[in-house]
C-alpha cells in the first residue's frame, strides 16, 4: 500500500471521501476504516494510471449518488452491504486492507 498521502478535510464532500492520487478527500476527520477504505482507491489509481478516473472514479462516483438517492430507506446494514459489496468498493477495501462484517438484510 502507498505510504504518502494527504490528507484534506472540505465540508463540500458531505460525508464519505475521495481518493485523487495521494491526496484524501473528507469532510471530517476519517474514521481508521474509512481511511483505509480511501487508501485502497490509491492502490486502485496506482494500477490503472491516468485510466483511473474513468474505470474507478466514474463508477464510484455514480454508485455513491445512486447509493444516497434511492437507498434511504434501507438499514444501515443494507446499505452497507450493497455500496461495499461489489467492484470497485470491495477492492478498495482489499487493498486497504478492510474487512467488513455486515448482517444479512
Known sequence: MPEDYVVILT????????????????SVLPSPVLLAHERG???QSRRFGPLYLIVVG????ARAIFHRRFHSGWTAEAKEKWYYG????????????????????
Do not use: I
Open 58 to 61: 466514474v463508477p464510484s462516483l
Open 86 to 105: 461489489t467492484w470497485p468498493e470491495s477492492a478498495a477495501d482489499y487493498h486497504g486492507g478492510v474487512t467488513r462484517v455486515t448482517a444479512e438484510p
Open 11 to 26: 465540508p463540500s464532500l458531505k460525508g464519505g471521501g475521495v481518493s485523487l492520487g495521494r491526496y484524501l478527500f473528507f
Open 41 to 43: 482507491h490509491q492502490v
